[in-house]
């Protein structure tokens, strides 16, 4: 708190300022894999009004690697919360014209506050509650330009408005993703020759939200089974546990390859560009297939379907029944930890195959 009262003393909230040709732009996201993903479309929006910007986004040390290759960012500050001063230090070699926090934070607002940045702005909750806004964090915010952040509305677009006071002005929420030729050399042993090649990743970043993985086993099997499909199972080194149960639990005579714990974030991308169709709750690899434009199935579970799965005619979510979803953007720590569980575990296999059949059906016609 003290730091608080420190920066409310010494710093007068700023108003809009005039639009430079090439202001130096830090953004902060300190979530997960599918919120980086869904954090990129601001990267492109300022590019798009301003080319000679130059972009720097701070983040955890697995979207550092997400989002290499990436033409719009130009320098990556990995968040180590044991290295505060580190991290300020970096913000203040920046000399950065504007600044943003993508969620509230305390931490993170501080940070920039206290690097000076001229410019800031942050979100102010709206339409819900949100743990993340503290006492402390909306004393912060008072120093900045708040921008209100509609809880269950699309979240990619909530974060655009973050860069209307410096002019950024758009509901482009389409999002971008690269990978190397050596990434796409390495994962062709995989995918070269395979015809109908679907991905199914049966883990999330955050447990609560799985789906079961033997649920997973009959889909992979029903899509080997009618759609002659070979599945192949992602995740990572974490995922082991639940990939050996889906694993034994599939049929005999089901296509399968298994590549959980083999390919690095680089890899995954380049893999999953190349896939038919991609299936699992509702966590990061799902949105890196929205990226490349890979067809996808996202089994929600607890997660408001509104906020941030992608939605289209190639992209289905498959919500259970419920009175309304648990887990939130905004509020991903504050829970009926068993309705979450039964959410997440209650749709019928059923109706994610019939979700399937309709969707190839589709991407056949296109």
Not at 95 to 110: E, I, N
Not at 202 to 222: L, T, Y
Request: with cysteine.
């Amino acid at each position: 708190m003290a730091t608080c009262y420190f920066l409310s003393y010494f710093r007068q909230k700023p108003k809009n300022q005039p639009r430079v040709n090439s202001p130096k732009v830090l953004i902060i996201q300190l979530a997960k894999l599918g919120d980086m993903v869904c954090t990129t479309p601001m990267f492109r929006a300022v590019k798009k009004t301003y080319p000679e910007a130059r972009i720097t986004v701070v983040g955890n040390v697995v979207n550092k690697e997400l989002l290499a290759g990436n033409r719009d960012v130009d320098e990556y500050i990995v968040w180590d919360k044991k290295y505060p001063f580190s991290i300020l230090n970096d913000i203040k070699k920046g000399k950065f014209d504007f600044g943003c926090v993508t969620a509230p934070g305390f931490d993170a607002l501080s940070l920039i506050l206290l690097a000076n940045i001229p410019m800031i702005s942050a979100p102010r909750i709206e339409n819900g509650w949100s743990p993340y806004e503290t006492r402390s964090y909306r004393l912060l915010r008072k120093l900045v330009i708040a921008k209100p952040h509609r809880m269950r509305s699309y979240a990619p677009r909530e974060y655009l408005k973050l860069l209307e006071p410096i002019g950024v002005f758009t509901d482009d929420t389409k999002k971008h993703l690269y990978y190397s030729e050596k990434a796409a050399e390495s994962v062709s042993v995989f995918i070269d020759g395979v015809d109908f090649p679907v991905g199914i990743s049966p883990s999330a970043g955050n447990r609560i939200k799985q789906w079961p993985a033997e649920k997973f086993s009959s889909v992979a099997d029903h899509l080997s089974d009618k759609h002659k499909a070979t599945v192949v199972i992602i995740g990572g080194p974490n995922d082991n546990e639940e990939a050996n149960v889906m694993f034994n639990h599939l049929g005999h005579d089901t296509r399968v390859i298994n590549l959980v714990g083999r390919l690095n974030i680089e890899e995954t991308k380049a893999f999953i560009s190349k896939l038919k169709l991609f299936i699992s709750a509702d966590t990061g690899p799902i949105y890196i297939a929205e990226a490349f434009g890979v067809p996808t199935i996202d089994i929600v579970g607890p997660v408001d379907e509104n906020e941030q799965p992608p939605i289209s005619r190639f992209h289905k979510v498959i919500v259970p029944s419920r009175k309304g979803p648990e887990l939130f953007v905004m509020n991903a720590r504050v829970y009926d930890t068993e309705e979450v569980k039964r959410q997440a575990k209650c749709t019928p296999v059923s109706i994610v195959n019939n979700e399937i059949d309709l969707l190839i059906s589709d991407i056949i016609k296109q």
